[in-house]
């Protein structure tokens, strides 16, 4: 199982949601009082935790949402080629690739570097340098 659900008006800046089947990150929760007989809207900007495209979410705040599981592993980088990376997990020794991070934290990758990886909806995503 790779998603859970909880309600819309529980989560807050930082947390994870699932938008258009995409994980994302929320970046900004405001919440709305309607009239006499709605129900208060939640406004969600979240940004897309493999796309990094900026998503938007306007629902009641009672709603339930997808919420991704997020799986936080420890690997070990054993080549880099183009933008790939091939990982050894730490734990059960399996060999994977995974895509190559952006930024300043590609330029630090390198052969025998530990990382922390994330497993989000059955996608991988380096995290961190340890």
Same mark, same amino acid.
């Given at each position: ?9 529980? +989560? %807050?800046?930082?947390? @994870? ?7 994302? %990150? $929320? ?22 935790? @493999? ?12 709603? /339930? ?7 936080? %592993? ?15 997990? +730490? ?32 996608? %991988?995503? $380096?995290?961190?340098? /340890?």
């Amino acid at each position: 199982m790779s998603t859970t659900y909880a309600e819309l008006g529980e +989560l %807050r800046e930082g947390s @994870f949601v699932v938008i258009d089947g995409e994980p994302c %990150r $929320i970046v900004e929760v405001s919440k709305a009082k309607t009239g006499k007989h709605g129900s208060a809207k939640a406004h969600v900007v979240a940004i897309g935790l @493999f796309s990094g495209s900026k998503k938007t979410l306007i629902a009641p705040v009672d709603q /339930k949402v997808e919420v991704p599981i997020i799986d936080k %592993r420890s690997a070990q980088v054993l080549a880099i080629s183009g933008n790939t990376v091939q990982l050894m997990d +730490l734990e059960s020794f399996e060999t994977f690739e995974a895509e190559l991070p952006s930024g300043e934290l590609s330029s630090k990758l390198a052969p025998g570097v530990e990382v922390e990886y994330w497993v989000i909806m059955g996608r %991988r995503k $380096i995290v961190r340098i /340890k």
